[in-house]
């Protein structure tokens, strides 16, 4: 189970450091995911409710952008509330409840790392997928370990769902309908 977490953890840096964090983590002026999403309705002139030019990156709070049934539902068993891993972390952590690695993991990205187009390296297949937001690429460091990184406008971020035994096409599912789900609240 730890050589997993750590295989995780380095899966995570590896995104992270193809796609440095551009998001703040904190909440909007509202202080919640009703006021996220209505900050996020366009005006007339083309701009945000909150005076961001239209498809400017938002500040996201990874945490707000899934809930834990919907985390649950992911991979199949309940899962602890969402949170991050560490203090000033971009990500959002929904572990399994039980003793396990199963789990599902949101991230904040930089827009200007997002790139579908990076070619593979040894122990790291990027491949494009289409009908997903605007763009989105996933990660892959072998099988039962894929990271999918999404953008819509110049707001990007990845899903990860981890489930023992499955395989890669399986977690690419999953991961499609929770990014789906963040796709219609961004």
Same mark, same amino acid.
């Given at each position: 189970?730890?050589? @997993?977490?750590?295989? =995780? &953890?380095?899966?995570?840096?590896?995104?992270?450091?193809? !796609?440095?964090?551009?998001?703040?983590?904190?909440?909007?002026?509202?202080?919640? +995911?009703? #006021?996220?999403? +209505? #900050?996020?309705? *366009? +005006?007339?002139?083309? @701009?945000?409710?909150?005076?961001?030019?239209?498809?400017?990156?938002?500040?996201?709070?990874?945490?707000? =952008?899934?809930? &834990?049934?919907?985390?649950?539902?992911?991979?199949?068993?309940?899962?602890?509330?969402?949170?991050?891993?560490?203090?000033?972390?971009?990500?959002?952590? /929904?572990?399994?409840?039980?003793?396990? *690695?199963?789990?599902?993991?949101? @991230?904040?990205?930089?827009?200007?790392? /997002?790139?579908?187009?990076?070619?593979?390296?040894?122990? =790291? @297949?990027?491949?494009?997928?289409?009908?997903?937001?605007?763009? #989105?690429?996933?990660? !892959?460091?072998?099988?039962?370990?894929?990271?999918?990184?999404?953008?819509?406008?110049?707001? *990007? /971020?990845? *899903?990860?769902? =981890?489930? !023992?035994?499955? !395989?890669?096409? +399986?977690?690419?599912?999953?991961?499609?309908?929770?990014?789906?789900?963040?796709?219609?609240?961004?």
């Amino acid at each position: 189970m730890r050589r @997993t977490l750590v295989l =995780l &953890a380095i899966v995570t840096g590896l995104v992270a450091a193809c !796609s440095s964090s551009a998001a703040t983590g904190g909440l909007p002026a509202g202080g919640t +995911q009703a #006021a996220s999403t +209505q #900050a996020g309705a *366009t +005006q007339a002139g083309g @701009t945000v409710a909150t005076g961001t030019p239209a498809g400017a990156p938002k500040e996201l709070d990874p945490c707000t =952008l899934i809930t &834990a049934d919907e985390a649950a539902a992911a991979i199949g068993e309940p899962v602890d509330p969402g949170a991050p891993p560490e203090p000033g972390s971009s990500s959002c952590l /929904f572990p399994a409840q039980r003793i396990t *690695t199963n789990s599902v993991e949101i @991230t904040i990205t930089s827009g200007g790392d /997002f790139n579908p187009d990076k070619p593979s390296i040894p122990g =790291l @297949t990027i491949t494009k997928v289409s009908g997903v937001g605007d763009a #989105a690429y996933t990660v !892959s460091i072998g099988a039962g370990h894929i990271v999918l990184d999404v953008r819509k406008g110049q707001t *990007t /971020f990845s *899903t990860s769902v =981890l489930i !023992s035994g499955a !395989s890669n096409d +399986q977690l690419l599912d999953k991961e499609k309908t929770l990014a789906g789900l963040i796709l219609g609240r961004i």
